[in-house]
């Protein structure tokens, strides 16, 4: 019985066997997560024996040096976790590498072929950890060798392009060798627990779904605050930006789930067809009303726990305008959240790590208490995704004892961590076995890419025609204070936790 068996009483079910190429092996992304993801569901019993993993990279290298890698790599990324030689050891029977340039002529790719050899009938996953320009030729040499078999999946991590008309192009490429149900556009918040379990919190339970709209909802704030700066990715993130790199994907997809409409089941499309009407009806934020409702700032040298670090320009190397800190408020014309502004912020080098969703009620009509009792708060939903991910409803209550009445603001906590095991699959384990078992649910489909990058590109050229000033915040700090002026100019504040 394995540590989740344990602990929650579930079964992990093995899935069928397959073969998966992992392109960009030997990046940062592969060996920090896809790879370690493989291994501790390898470890769970969920990969079958006959499971080829083959890495694919530029980097020259034979197979033990990269079995070696993912080891030393795995050990440096997850030091807390004991695993002994042979547990290795079985685990790298299933690993394979090949020294290819995905753009080069077919030769390089015959290694590649000869790997894939008498796996034709089994499930073939391609999974592109590579800058997104490469999707297209990768997909074009791939069916030009015909390794696209039947069951053949292709996973295209985010971003998908830079705007609406390169994530065209992205699509029409790829497009043209795999057919729609075989791409799957990774987003890796969609595959964590609680972001799962939004819709059963939403849906299962007859307290919430009734007071889920306008009547009773204040506002909406999604934060994701990162302590890490932009580092060995300050060039990429130079062409990048906050908006581009986590409100496009991450935090649009979040906002969907809040908002979209009950769906009449579970169903990979039938989720995904009430997410697209939630950015279809996302109000278009233009040169006249970016400078109320957007934020642009870019951390400069501070602390982060007490440590000196850098601004983002001295690790870049050069000056520049582009934002590592975003915020927007943001409007959704429809009947559910006519009138309810959802509060979206995300930046590095902030105060603290953290990815939530705060629901707040309105607050109630009338005070019963008198003011020497303390301050009423209002009731809060708070949806905790990272670090310690769980659920909490913040409520006021009588603090108990003599001597008059006392107001607490408390919360009732589900912790995942509490309730349930001390670990469970994390995002990266969950996405790439539901790609096995061609699990649609969780990834975006194209419609969905190309409607969040034409809002996003309204924003785009509204701050290009402006001008918008990217307004400077120290490192170790919640952003910029025109941030705080954002959410403070409706009457409300972000929420700091308790």
């Known amino acids: 019985m394995n540590t989740n068996e344990k602990n929650t009483g579930s079964k992990l ?13 030997t990046g940062d992304l592969a060996l920090r997560k896809l790879l370690p993801a493989l291994f501790h569901r390898w470890r769970d019993g ?26 030393k790599h795995y050990h440096t990324y997850y030091p807390e976790e004991k695993n002994g030689a042979d547990d290795w050891n079985a685990f790298a029977k299933h690993l394979h590498y090949c020294t290819l340039d995905v753009s080069s002529k077919d030769a390089d790719w015959h290694e590649l072929e000869t790997l894939l050899v008498g796996g034709e009938d089994k499930i073939r996953l391609f999974y592109l950890a590579l800058p997104p320009e490469l999707f297209g030729p990768v997909s074009v ?9 039947l069951l053949a999946r292709i996973v295209l991590e985010k971003p998908i392009g830079h705007d609406l008309a390169s994530a065209r192009d992205i699509n029409n490429a790829v497009g043209k060798i ?31 779904e009734p007071i889920w709209n306008a009547n009773v909802v204040d506002h909406v704030q999604i934060t994701v605050a990162e302590t890490v700066g932009a580092g060995q990715r300050a060039s ?13 994907n991450h935090m649009l997809q979040l906002l969907c789930l809040v908002a979209m409409e009950p769906p009449s089941d579970f169903g990979s499309d039938t989720i995904r067809d009430e997410k697209i009407k939630v950015l279809r009806a996302l109000r278009t934020i233009t040169s006249a ?19 000196a670090v850098s601004g983002y320009a001295q690790e870049l190397g050069q000056p520049t305008d582009i934002e590592t800190y975003a915020a927007l408020k943001v409007g959704i014309d429809n009947w559910r959240w006519s009138g309810v502004p959802f509060y979206l912020r995300t930046g590095k080098r902030m105060a603290g790590r953290r990815s939530e969703i705060v629901i707040q009620f309105k607050r109630v009509a009338h005070a019963l208490t008198p003011p020497e009792a303390g301050h009423l708060h209002p009731t809060r939903l ?26 607490r603001y408390v919360p009732l906590n589900l912790s995942y961590a509490d309730t349930f095991c001390a670990r469970y699959p994390d995002a990266y384990e969950r996405v790439l076995m539901a790609v096995v078992r061609n699990d649609l649910g969780l990834f975006m489909r194209r419609d969905e890419v190309e409607a969040a990058w034409q809002w996003i590109d309204s924003i785009l050229a509204a701050w290009k025609s402006d001008e918008a000033r990217c307004h400077s915040y120290a490192a170790g700090t919640d952003g910029p204070t025109q941030g705080a002026m954002l959410i403070d100019r409706g009457g409300r504040e972000w929420f700091d936790g308790l």
């Open 46 to 71: 969920q990969i079958p024996a006959e499971c080829k993993i083959i890495g694919a990279s530029r980097t020259m290298m034979g197979r033990d040096a990269f079995i070696a890698n993912v080891e």
């Open 236 to 248: 990429y993130y130079n062409t990048s930006g906050a908006l581009r790199d986590m409100v496009q």
């Open 141 to 149: 040499n791939i069916g030009a060798r015909k390794l696209n078999t």
């Open 289 to 307: 009303t970016a400078t109320t409702n957007t934020v642009r700032g870019q951390y400069r040298d501070g602390a982060i726990n007490g440590k």
């Open 382 to 407: 708070v949806i905790r995704l990272q670090p310690d991910e769980g659920v909490k409803l913040l409520l006021m209550t009588k603090d108990p004892g003599p001597g008059g009445m006392r107001l």
């Open 178 to 208: 795999f057919p729609e149900h075989a791409i799957f556009r990774i987003d890796h918040y969609l595959g964590k627990e609680t972001v799962q379990n939004l819709l059963i919190l939403r849906f299962s339970n007859s307290l919430f």
């Open 13 to 25: 079910v093995p899935v069928d066997p397959f073969d998966i190429v992992v392109f960009g092996a």
